[in-house]
């Protein structure tokens, strides 16, 4: 079914490009200038044969884009399957053993060297 409007969509296409580069201008080079009659469909009216046919096409390639996307489209599940999923239960963190015996003596600070005046070069 896919590759059945897959094709049509590709022969509307083709025919609809066709048909518009088949339809010759009404006004000249006025119209890009901003020129151009007041009406709106021009002095010849709204008809013709490829103007109707062009519309068919257009019509027709929507119509093929749309089912397309119908045919093409993956269908979602009902359920979600992300609530399906069971968390695994961590372990609950062991406590510190606590110290056999305190230490008798607090710990000192490292003992820093004295600091040393250092020589200053002569003044000139």
């Given at each position: 079914?896919q590759?059945?409007?897959?094709?049509?969509?590709?022969?509307?296409?083709?025919?609809?490009?066709?048909?518009?580069?088949?339809?010759a201008?009404?006004?000249?080079?006025?119209?890009?200038?901003?020129?151009?009659?007041?009406?709106?469909?021009?002095?010849?009216?709204?008809?013709?044969?490829?103007?109707?046919?062009?519309?068919?096409?257009?019509?027709?390639?929507?119509?093929?884009?749309?089912?397309?996307?119908?045919?093409?489209?993956?269908?979602?599940?009902?359920?979600?399957?992300?609530?399906?999923?069971?968390?695994?239960?961590?372990?609950?963190?062991?406590?510190?053993?606590?110290?056999?015996?305190?230490?008798?003596?607090?710990?000192?600070?490292?003992?820093?060297?004295?600091?040393?005046?250092?020589?200053?070069?002569?003044?000139?």
């Amino acid at each position: 079914m896919q590759s059945l409007i897959l094709t049509l969509h590709i022969v509307v296409c083709v025919t609809l490009v066709i048909l518009i580069l088949l339809q010759a201008g009404k006004e000249g080079m006025g119209v890009i200038f901003g020129g151009g009659s007041s009406s709106v469909f021009g002095s010849s009216g709204a008809g013709g044969m490829l103007t109707k046919l062009t519309a068919f096409m257009a019509v027709l390639f929507v119509i093929t884009c749309l089912s397309y996307n119908l045919a093409t489209s993956t269908k979602v599940a009902q359920q979600s399957t992300i609530l399906d999923i069971k968390l695994e239960e961590m372990p609950a963190p062991a406590e510190p053993a606590a110290p056999a015996q305190p230490d008798p003596q607090p710990a000192t600070p490292p003992a820093t060297p004295p600091i040393t005046p250092q020589a200053t070069p002569p003044a000139r």
